[in-house]
């Protein structure tokens, strides 16, 4: 699809307005010369968008079948043709109905993508009888790398982290610089264990600027043992069990292959590359499996932002040679205003009942611009061509509405936010020491002041989640046992966190209410209210977009727009590839009290 350009703009807007007033034969006539099918308008509104809201079953059913247009597809705010239609039941009953037969799935049988929403970047999935396990990266953020519980694919549930150890955490992420730390995790099973292995990325003065970690339990929930580091340069590591038990990892570039110990614990071989990808444009994230007497290498091309993609090769010997997939790339996005992008990074599970599905990531941006959440996780079925290959999706890209994968155990769009918000969990920067925060319960959070900002990588009295969505609100009430501890060099409220390098405060010093957005080593604007602070005081956000107001016990101190440092393309330095958090923090030598309401 396109935004109509200058040239096209009138037999467009002509089209829009005769589909939205219900006249087919204009529409027809328009289609057939003059209007190009593929053409939006300026919020990603196809023609089907319109005709939807015109109320013609007959037009609808034109454009769905002659012209190829998809109920599914969605515009800048994720609104399908089929979510109008639902939501105009008096109107568009009769064009609900039709596209429930034509999609193959009634409104209330569908999820939506992405499955995991905010920063949830490079899945990786397992199956074991009938439960689901994923795991996301966590860079620098502890308890490090989540590990997700789903009995249907799209309902998650944070179960456990792969490292939960707090003085092995401040070792081995205390002095990292944001966006390092654990990257792109696979989890395995085997012989009655989960395997979890990732990237540890250090900082560029390291004498190994990327190592390789490996960790394991009896239980997907963990504890997990005390993780091994092996010092193999390279990133994105997963791990293969051969028919004949021998064990063995890949890691980039292309996908290199080593054989390691059946607990992961030792490297038995060098690296060695067995497939290089299909486009040679920095390929990564490998992922082997082996059906019907070939490996699949799976691998992610293109870079992570636009025009990331996966593609996969196949052998019948395990080191290769690997022929190149001719339905390469099988998932990336081509359409260049579609709300989903950045598709790519995936790896594909085989349901207990015998189908395949596949996790993958994405971003959506805000203008088209500002990937504020961080990368995301998507869902799609994967199915097997004739000849032997993997196609997702139908080779369509991603989807934005898509039959679950177990309808019998649908749930409700209310339900299925509920769990969005209910996998997002705390963490913090690096570590967690308790002489900082000592306790939280889910609700109640106490912060003693570690006396240092959020600006320094020493910073331990800050604890936040990720940001869920696009638009949203968040609130805290906040206790100080006394004012007069916030004065001088320590304050204390809430946070919009991207990492040391910007974030945004909004707090108390004890005499003033604030806000203050840090980037790149400087406060760069500040709001700042004097008069009466309270013991017990209430801090709320609300964000739409790139917009954010700022209310102190329910009275707008700000209203900022073009709130941009907090996501990646908010500044170029370092390593930012994470996502917006919010949450709570003290700094200096006070201390707090916090309830999320």
């Known amino acids: 699809m396109n935004l109509f350009t200058k040239k096209t703009e009138q037999a467009a807007k002509k089209a829009y307005a005769a589909a939205q007033a219900g006249d087919y034969l204009a529409v027809k006539k328009l289609t057939d010369h003059g209007f190009c099918i593929g053409d939006c308008d300026e919020d990603g509104n196809s023609l089907l968008h319109f005709a939807v809201q015109g109320g013609s079953l007959e037009m609808v059913q034109y454009l769905v079948e002659k012209c190829n247009m998809d109920p599914t597809w969605a515009n800048h705010q994720m609104e399908t043709p089929y979510d109008l239609a639902h939501n105009h039941p008096q109107k568009c009953a009769e064009i609900e109905a039709y596209f429930a037969k034509w999609c193959g799935f009634t409104y209330e049988e569908c999820y939506r993508n992405p499955v995991g929403r905010g920063m949830h970047a490079d899945p990786s999935i397992i199956c074991v009888g009938d439960d689901y396990y994923m795991v996301n990266s966590s860079f620098v953020y502890f308890p490090c790398i989540p590990i997700s519980h789903s009995k249907d694919l799209v309902h998650w549930e944070v179960i456990g982290h792969a490292v939960t150890d707090e003085a092995w955490a401040k070792e081995h992420l205390g002095h990292l610089q944001g966006g390092r730390g654990f990257w792109a995790p696979d989890i395995s099973y085997h012989n009655g264990r989960f395997y979890i292995c990732a990237t540890l990325r250090n900082n560029d003065d390291a004498e190994y600027i990327q190592t390789q970690m490996v960790t394991s339990s009896q239980t997907p929930e963990g504890p997990y043992d005390t993780p091994v580091i092996h010092n193999v340069l390279g990133i994105d590591p997963s791990i293969f069990t051969d028919d004949d038990g021998r064990r063995y990892m890949l890691i980039n570039r292309g996908a290199r292959m080593m054989e390691i110990s059946e607990d992961g614990k030792e490297i038995l071989s060098e690296p060695e590359m067995i497939w290089y990808g299909h486009s040679g444009r920095a390929p990564e994230g490998p992922h082997l499996l082996k059906k019907d007497g070939y490996y699949y290498c799976f691998l992610a091309e293109g870079g992570t932002g636009i025009g990331h993609r996966i593609a996969v090769g196949r052998s019948k010997n395990l080191w290769g040679p690997y022929e190149d997939c001719p339905y390469n790339p ?118 003693n002041g570690c006396g240092q900002d959020l600006c320094t990588q020493e910073c331990r009295s800050v604890l936040v989640k990720n940001q869920p969505d696009f638009a949203f609100t968040f609130a805290y009430t906040m206790h100080i046992s006394d004012e007069n501890s916030l004065e001088g060099q320590s304050d204390a409220g809430v946070t919009l966190y991207y990492d040391e390098n910007t974030y945004i405060k909004f707090g108390t010093d004890g005499t003033s209410v604030f806000v203050k957005e840090y980037v790149d080593n400087r406060y760069v604007r500040e709001v700042k209210k004097e008069g009466t602070v309270t013991k017990d005081c209430q801090f709320k956000v609300v964000t739409d977009g790139l917009h954010r107001e700022f209310y102190y016990n329910e009275e707008l101190i700000a209203a900022w727009d073009d709130v941009t440092s907090i996501c990646s393309e908010g500044l170029v330095k370092g390593k930012r590839f994470t996502g917006a958090t919010y949450g709570v923090y003290v700094n200096g030598c006070g201390s707090a009290e916090f309830e999320e309401i």
């Not at 000849?387 to 898509?402: E, Q, T």
């Open 330 to 447: 099988i998932m990336t996005q081509l359409d260049a205003i579609a709300p989903i992008q950045c598709c790519g990074h995936g790896k594909p599970v085989r349901l207990s009942d015998g189908r395949w599905y596949i996790v993958y990531l994405c971003s959506r941006y805000l203008e088209d611009k500002w990937g504020m959440l961080g990368r995301e996780t998507c869902l799609d079925r994967m199915e097997w061509t004739p000849d032997g290959w993997p196609i997702v999706n139908r080779g369509k890209g991603p989807s934005y509405m898509a039959k679950l994968p177990f309808p019998d155990n649908k749930e409700e769009e209310d339900s299925l936010r509920t769990v969005y918000h209910s996998q997002i969990v705390y963490y913090t920067p690096r570590t967690r020491d308790y002489k900082y925060i000592p306790e939280w319960d889910g609700k109640h959070i106490t912060i």
